[in-house]
């Protein structure tokens, strides 16, 4: 057992020269692979920290840390290729193995002549002395590395390019030493630029994505903003399975509350009976040629109201064949325009039939004063006399809207026009409406009382007065025109226009009694006439 | 076709001014005034009762319309033929096709509609 045990630190100690070389081999191969899979470790720490990063500098940030540990380079930088608005210099940076105050008294990184390989994405710079590369130095002012700047000699610069070849910025490495960065190096670097530039491009998408999403609510919002002030409702048609959804507003415009069902089958059964064919026509033209669908119609409600509503909608979505598979439009109660313009199309009918009633009316003046003049030179002086009066009353029912005007008013005006508005006293106790019809036929009735009086009776002297009275007796206006202090009064020789229109005509169409008397003392005019006859429509 | 002298016309009309006129065209045509009537009772009154050859209407009467008593002219046989600031557009629906003097209208236009009613009856 001893000479074994002898014998084998003999042995040992016979080959200690040898031994001693492979020993020392042994020990370099061992701390060399030690030192491999601790590279290769924190590789795997820095790819599985890089390919979780959501955020860019971090990302950046682990990297530099990474790979000046795994190269062993004393300073580690990335530069973002964001260039300046000089278009020279790059601002952002990360750094690693150097306090951002190194760099902080700097201005930024240039595109010179060292630095464009990196920033033009031309490839890989590595060398084992940056300051005696031919690039190196050629830049004004400083040539070469500012005063104070962290004493780099070796140098790695690695593009980094996503995939569509766009330059994201240079990873830089230095080292104060010269010979400090081998191919193996460059090799590794170049594999984590790769890593960067691919979850940057993530990072940006997810980004991207994310604002897109943000963006398109926004839109949302504001089109339902937009609807929802307009009173708009939005719906959509399945043109295959004819399902149709319909918002809330849609829903309302139909008569529908926003939790019950509202197919396309309850949609169809709602439009009026009359507009059905038409508006089923219409929609077939939208599905068929694609047409814009743009239609008014009435609907009724559950409830039985009738609506108009305004739809207009388009394809949505065209099927490869051409074909629509998706109308999607809008729908807006119009019930108070439709309302609105029904009641133009009565107001400006009725205007027109006032109109010519109105030239009726004037026609009819120009005939019978026409006929009752003595001698045609002085149809113009009496026309245009007659005229006028009719344009007072309408004068006074046109501020009030053509609904009437008071009988005081109505003779006020008429007086007014002969100026004896200061010769006639009144005595009644309560005004009368007057319809607009019956507010043209006393005016004109008193018009022809004051032109005849103005010539032949009490407005003819200074002295002669006119009293207006009337009284209201079971329905019936009694009205009294009574001249006095005027000249004796004769019954004249014929007949006038005045006379007829008082005594037939205002009889007539006011269904009542006008009795004219020539009392020597002045004309009275008495008139008793139905309310009913005289009071506008209630 | 009848001569319109001696022609019975009931006229409803309720402007005074335009009633007027109406009669002396009438009048000078030869024709026999029945009414005027300004109101849709006494109208209606004379439509049913009353010895009249031809109507001449207009179709509103202080805001009511005159179809009742034009219904009432009908049943009797008796022509008529509205007269109206509003035109065709003013006669309702089943009495669309009747005589329609748009006012205002001259002598020569009621002496032409008031020979078509006299014809309808020959």
């Not at chain 1, 998706?326 to 029904?342: F, H, P, Y």
């Not at chain 1, 009719?390 to 007086?415: C, K, P």
Request: net charge negative; proline share 4%; charged share 25%.
């Amino acid at each position: 057992m001893a000479s074994l045990a002898e014998t084998e630190v003999r042995e040992v100690g016979a080959r200690e020269d040898v031994d001693f070389d492979v020993y020392s081999r042994l020990a370099a191969a061992e701390r060399s692979l030690a030192e491999e899979i601790r590279k290769s470790e924190t590789l795997a720490r820095v790819s599985e920290a890089v390919a979780s990063s959501h955020d860019v500098d971090a990302c950046v940030q682990v990297v530099i840390d990474g790979a000046r540990e795994i190269i062993g380079a004393a300073f580690g930088a990335f530069f973002y290729n964001v260039v300046d608005t000089d278009g020279e210099s790059y601002a952002l940076y990360r750094l690693s193995g150097a306090s951002p105050e190194a760099f902080a008294a700097f201005p930024n990184v240039r595109k010179t002549e060292v630095f464009a390989p990196t920033f033009n994405g031309e490839g890989v710079v590595r060398s084992d002395d940056i300051t005696l590369d031919p690039r190196y130095g050629r830049n004004a002012p400083r040539h070469g590395m500012p005063a104070g700047h962290l004493p780099v000699r070796s140098y790695l610069a690695i593009p980094v390019a996503n995939r569509q070849g766009e330059i994201l910025g240079g990873l830089f490495f230095g080292h104060p030493e010269a010979g400090r960065f081998t191919a193996r190096d460059e090799n590794l670097v170049v594999g984590m630029g790769a890593q960067v530039a691919a979850t940057i491009d993530t990072i940006k998408v997810n980004a991207d994505a994310r604002e897109e999403l943000i963006q398109r609510r926004r839109a949302e919002e504001r089109l339902k903003f937009a609807l929802d002030s307009g009173r708009m409702g939005s719906w959509d048609l399945d043109v295959a399975t004819r399902a149709y959804e319909a918002s809330d507003l849609c829903k309302l415009n139909y008569g529908r509350r926003p939790e019950e069902s509202f197919g396309f089958a309850d949609l169809i059964d709602t439009i009026h009976p009359d507009d059905r064919p038409r508006i089923l026509t219409s929609i077939e033209a939208a599905i068929r040629d694609g047409a814009d669908y743009d239609v008014e119609y009435r609907v009724v409600h559950p409830n039985g109201d009738l609506r108009w509503l305004h739809a207009r909608g388009r394809a949505a979505t065209i099927a490869d064949d051409g074909g629509v598979r998706r109308l999607a439009g809008v729908s807006l109660d119009i019930t108070g325009r439709k309302r609105a313009e029904e009641r133009q199309k009565l107001l400006v009918n009725e205007l027109n039939h006032r109109v010519k009633n109105s030239l009726a009316t004037v026609q009819s003046i120009a005939a019978q004063t026409l006929r009752s003049v003595a001698a045609p030179e002085f149809f113009r002086e009496a026309f245009e006399s007659r005229l006028i009066a009719l344009s007072q009353t309408h004068d006074l029912l046109t501020r009030e809207s053509w609904e009437g005007a008071s009988l005081r008013e109505v003779i006020d005006a008429e007086m007014h026009a002969m100026a004896g508005e200061d010769r006639v006293s009144f005595d009644y106790e309560n005004d009368i409406r007057l319809s607009p019809k019956a507010a043209v036929a006393l005016g004109m009735g008193v018009h022809e009382l004051a032109t005849n009086a103005s010539k032949y009776g009490a407005l003819s002297t200074p002295d002669g007065r006119v009293t207006v009275a009337w009284t209201l007796d079971r329905d019936v206006l009694r009205l009294t025109w009574t001249e006095k202090d005027g000249p004796e009064v004769q019954p004249p020789a014929r007949r006038g226009f005045g006379v007829r229109l008082l005594e037939r005509g205002l009889a007539a169409e006011l269904s009542g009694a006008v009795d004219l008397t020539y009392d020597a003392a002045g004309v009275v005019c008495l008139m008793a006439l139905p309310l009913r006859a005289l009071e506008p429509d209630t | 076709m009848k001569t319109l002298s001696a022609l019975k016309v009931l006229v409803v009309e309720d402007e005074a001014l335009v009633s007027m006129l109406v009669e002396d065209m009438l009048t000078d045509l030869g024709c026999t005034i029945v009414g005027p009537a300004a109101e849709i009772e006494e109208a209606l009154r004379l439509a049913t009762s009353a010895d009249i050859d031809a109507a001449l209407l207009d179709v509103n009467l202080g805001g009511r319309p005159i179809f009742p008593v034009a219904d009432a002219l009908r049943a009797r046989g008796v022509p008529y033929a509205f007269a109206s600031g509003y035109g065709e557009a003013g006669i309702s629906e089943d009495h669309k096709g009747a005589s329609v003097l748009q006012k205002p209208f001259r002598e020569a236009d009621l002496r032409r509609v008031l020979e078509g009613l006299v014809s309808q009856t020959a």
